[in-house]
DNA sequence: TCAAAAGTGTTATCCTTACACCCATGT
DNA sequence: ACATGGGTGTAAGGATAACACTTTTGA
């Protein structure tokens, strides 16, 4: 049994670390019309972020300190995303570690701007094979795939049949579906094979069909914030955090497919929301939709504590 | 904007707080027969848990580290749960805040006991209200429900009708039905009423059927650990990895029950497991079951990579 | 023989998917 | 008139929930 054999022995003769930082990041996400946005510093390559202090009571109070800061943005939504703390992580001088736990914040775009150094992006601009609203992304068959071939091919032989394997799930290889949820996943490999800039091997560094490389591991952060969102839009109502408070059936669509990255079936789509009971007409239209005017719709909160609920998924007790 | 702009900035003048520890908290699963047992310390009142160190490579290795140190037993699948800093977690002298970065690990309980510290406990034991399995567990009418409604009644005007409903939600009242993925949601509302041991105030902290109290935050991250896992039984084949390498669909269904705690429908659980295709038969029939003797499955681990996928649960495209 | 568990078969219902079609507005 | 988006109806297929019933063992 190591040194310190419980949490609460009083031995703790060994403190952790010589230097160790603790970092607060924030994915903060909004959506404008069909384009699916974030927020981000210094042109658009890191996300907003610091380190965790003394005077922040709580982690949550934390992030909503600094990204207040340094954007000017209050926030409502927010839920924390992941810790990250690998070692390769960091090589800056006086600190051995920094640990970053990463948050995802739904607003809206204000007005105002804030801070001067902060910008809305697109996050398609950093995974442009992400977006398959208008069909697969060029660079998939034109970039990635081939080179992902290579780098399958060029592992040792009892690597080689796993590479493919993971290459065809995430990527859709072999007639599987795309999965829009394995934004990460997608990340992670394409960085195992170095065609991401941060993979630090920079041959295939420069090559901007492959999106915009951003400070430190803040893209991979984003990728997990964004494939969070994915999956949460399908079982929780968290896309009205991103709308007004009044907006037409078809916003609410647009809004989700920006955010799946994926066309949906128009129909069905209204049927699925008006169904759950989510939303309820305001009695006003909207003109100049392009067509004939829409109803506008306003999210019921009041049914939030809930809709938490949702399916159950196992086949309950009965008789036997 | 604060003094620390952004994270890639070099003049990291202030750095985070005078004393800090970072810990990594482990919920250790494990199920036999028809209980759930999580692996404990201490007689059962704290989880395994050391501080990270210099040494640990990653945040995963570290767990595994401590884990092994304290315990004796080698994990299998682990995944991060949450990061728990609230300032209110601490009150060690020289420590101002304690960052605890908890995991989730599934394994099975092996013949060799491991420390002798260690011990696996029913996790029933922490939190009784969450049995259902032969029917709505007595201390839910006995003792919570009177005195959740006094904590509710006795608030100031504007906070009763937020409690009653959160009551009413997490705890199935007003003909709703249990949800049993809110352990975590369940035990806040009970530490927030002052009903468990860990509120600090003592007045019913002595009451036995509340449950054991732990050490620490530790039963707020258990209940994080088993609303987790609860959760996700439901969409990914993690039951597998507490299973031993053949098994009867009936003793699959006793684990998934004892996780759950809930008793479910034994055909149609069975019609799932096989629809799914994540067994196989072995061709071997287990006898002594107690009855007929039954067809022994194992899991399919091929399919594993295939099935990280699921349902969509959007309404793709085609046409409009 | 009876309890306990293993299995098979069938039906009603609901949700999802897909298709077809009409309505109202602006250009 | 026609393009664009708004909006309704409905039918096929699959998954889920619920019931009823037979089979095989050990005590």
């Known amino acids: 049994m190591g040194a310190r054999p419980n949490p ?7 403190r952790p670390e010589g230097r160790l930082a603790v970092d607060l990041t924030a994915v903060i996400v909004a959506v ?3 384009e699916p946005r974030v927020l981000a510093l210094q042109g658009g390559i890191a996300l907003p972020s610091g380190p965790l ?12 300190a600094w990204v207040e800061d340094q954007t000017g943005h209050a926030l409502g939504y ?3 995303l992941y810790t990250f703390a ?3 992580r960091t090589r800056e001088a006086a600190i051995e570690r920094r640990i970053s736990i990463s948050y995802l914040g739904l607003t809206r775009e204000r007005g105002d701007a804030g801070a001067a150094d902060a910008t809305w992006c697109n996050w398609y601009r950093y ?3 992400e ?10 068959a034109r970039r990635i795939a081939p080179r992902l071939r290579v780098w399958a091919q060029r592992a040792p032989t009892v690597l080689r049949r796993n590479r493919r394997e993971r290459i065809a799930v995430t990527f859709a290889g072999g007639g599987r579906s795309w999965n829009e949820e394995f934004v990460l996943q997608r990340y992670e490999l394409l960085w195992e094979a170095g065609l991401v800039a941060e993979s630090g091997g920079d041959r295939d560094a420069a090559d901007p069909t492959m999106g915009t490389p951003m400070a430190h591991d803040h893209r991979r952060i984003l990728a997990t914030g964004i494939a969070r969102l994915r999956a949460k839009i399908k079982y929780r109502p968290v896309v009205f955090e991103l709308m007004p408070a009044s907006f037409t059936l078809f916003q609410l ?4 497919e920006a955010l799946a990255g994926q066309r949906l079936h128009k129909q069905n789509f209204r049927r699925l929301i008006e169904q759950q009971g989510l939303v309820e007409e305001t009695g006003k239209v909207a003109t100049a939709t392009g067509g004939r005017p829409a109803k506008l719709f306003r999210f019921r909160r009041d049914i939030v504590t809930e809709r938490t609920a949702a399916g159950t998924k196992l086949p309950l007790y009965r008789s036997d």
Chains 1, 2 share one sequence.
Request: charged share 35%.
């Open 131 to 140: 977006d398959w609203r208008r069909g697969p992304p060029a660079v998939l």
């Open 253 to 256: 669509q647009r809004a989700v």
């Open 8 to 14: 609460s022995s009083p031995d703790a003769d060994e």
């Open 53 to 64: 202090q003394s005077r922040h009571r709580t982690l949550h109070s934390g992030l909503r």
């Open 78 to 80: 927010i839920e924390q």
């Open 127 to 129: 995974f442009p094979w």
């Open 86 to 88: 690998d070692r390769e």
């Open 32 to 34: 404008a019309g069909d």
